[in-house]
């Protein structure tokens, strides 16, 4: 499925007013997953309370030992105080990587903005290397951006 055909679906799951914001981020993981051949692990990130961590929200893909990254490690915790997009094009080449699963290639993680303020990412692992693109990131942050009047 296209980007252009998912938007209007993440859509449908954001603004469907009887469902709770943990679940419609777990449906909007599984829509991702389950529709973008190379998504392989989609998954939120969040900013835990005034720590400087990041603690695993919903996700869709294997589980991860990953529920706490303090901020500056990998590329979520660097995404955490850069506020800006990563893409990792080859993780075995990122000196400060923590790996989730052997399996994994490439990542992108694309912070998550409340009235300015970074409060989480959504992380994306693929099996492919190099496989994220500038249209990865754009649509991740229209994802980003529709999430963000959730809170």
């Known amino acids: 499925m296209t980007f252009e055909e998912l938007r209007p679906k993440v859509l449908d799951i954001l603004h469907h007013s009887n469902t709770l914001r943990e679940e419609k981020l777990l449906q909007v993981c599984h829509l991702l997953k389950d529709n ?3 998504y392989d692990w ?3 990130y969040f900013k835990n309370g005034d720590k400087e961590e990041l603690i695993l929200g919903p996700y869709a893909g294997e589980p991860t030992d990953h529920t ?8 979520c ?21 923590i790996s989730c699963n052997i399996s994994v290639k490439s990542e992108i993680v694309v912070p998550l903005f409340v009235n300015g ?3 989480g990412q959504i992380d994306i692992d693929s099996n492919i290397a190099d496989t994220f693109d500038e249209s990865d990131e754009r ?4 994802v980003n951006a529709e999430i963000a009047k959730l809170f």
């Not at 706490?68 to 590329?75: D, E, L, R, S, Y």
């Open 117 to 119: 303020e970074n409060i």
């Open 42 to 44: 989609v998954g939120f």
């Open 139 to 142: 649509f991740l942050e229209f």
């Open 68 to 75: 706490i990254i303090p901020f500056g490690k990998g590329i």
């Open 36 to 38: 973008i051949d190379y």
């Open 77 to 97: 915790g660097q995404v955490a105080i850069s506020n800006q997009n990563f893409v990792v094009p080859d993780v075995s080449a990122q000196d400060n990587y």
